[in-house]
């Protein structure tokens, strides 16, 4: 049997963090306020994309779970905090050998945890991720849940990331999960997590905190409220830079580089951002001298190619790891003699689709004596990826 405090019944739970907040706070507290003040705020209103990811970590978390089997589910709507808590204090007062979702609240924190499995006299905390690796942010996440537990009087002596990993192969899922110890790394996090929580509280109780913008708007993720913060960006701002990073654009605006206008010959970039300077400051479309020659290169009749791929992270078709790019759709448009002819195809169904659309190109592009992409390296790796008996082989510029 193992008693939790939250056994003893809790009288009314109206946490001012859970776990989700707690991070958020450690991105920006004032995003954290605006999510706690106006939590119908339309910035934080769900779209379909969100709802694909929800439906995913769904589906990944039951996956999750069947690898540590015979366990309980606090199957309890998620809005109710106190029953939930209840039913994991239950669980556990049962010898249950794991609790999946299991609820605690301590020191004003709500965490939920993804798989608490019973291992000798005490716990394994799981969390579990869709992705390929541990991930830095997702220390805090575990520490704070560590925090949670063994506040609520748990013996939880190690905390796991369950990840997807990479070498699983579709059509055996046995290895879809590796799970990796992260408890030494947890060691600063977890006696920061008291500290910053209680700081967390202390500011949503006051006024809007003043928080100046910077890398962490946009660094692991994208904050919601960008542009309540950020003001309008002017004409060829720095960020619009060919493949500039977010940390860079700070840096620049920082040492007061706004446009591409303003960056000074030192600091000119390389390759087609150059180019892209070069025609902003100078207001001029930028012809190379070697355009011709490279355009005079292509053999026709030339066939321009574009894919749409999907990459699931449950493997879905056989060979496929987490992730796998598959190639779905594509648009093809063929200049011959006669004119520009149009090719197109897309997968219909879950089905495997690689063998028609391998079928389906090679007939749109038989024509083509040269194949051009934008991101050619991209397509060319779709065509490679794709099972030996479907694929074709043309030489793509
Ligand atoms: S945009 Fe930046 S400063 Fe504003 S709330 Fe978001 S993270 Fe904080």
Redo the contacts with the bound molecule.
Sequence with gaps: MTRTRASHGIARLSPSLSKSRYISGL??P??LW?MVHEPNAPELQGDDGLQVMFARGHRIGELARARVPGGILVDVPHHELEKRVAATAKALAEGARAVYEASFFEDGIFVSVDILERQGGGFVLIEVKSTLDVKDEHLPDVAVQLHVVRRAGLSARRAEVMHLNRKCRHPDLSNLFVRENVTPQLRTELRAVAGRAASMMEALAGPLPK????P??TTPYE?P??E???PPLPDYHVSTLYRIRSKRVAELVEDGIETLQDLPPKLTPVGPARRQVRSVKTGKVVVERGLRRALAALKPPLAFLDFETVNPAIPAWPGCGPYAQVPVQFSCHVLTPGGLEHHGWLADGAADPREDFARALVSACAKAKTIVAYNAPFERLCVDALPRRHSTRRRAA
């Design positions: 991105k920006c004032k995003m605006w928080v100046s913008i910077g962490h708007c904050c409220f960008l309540r913060c950020w």
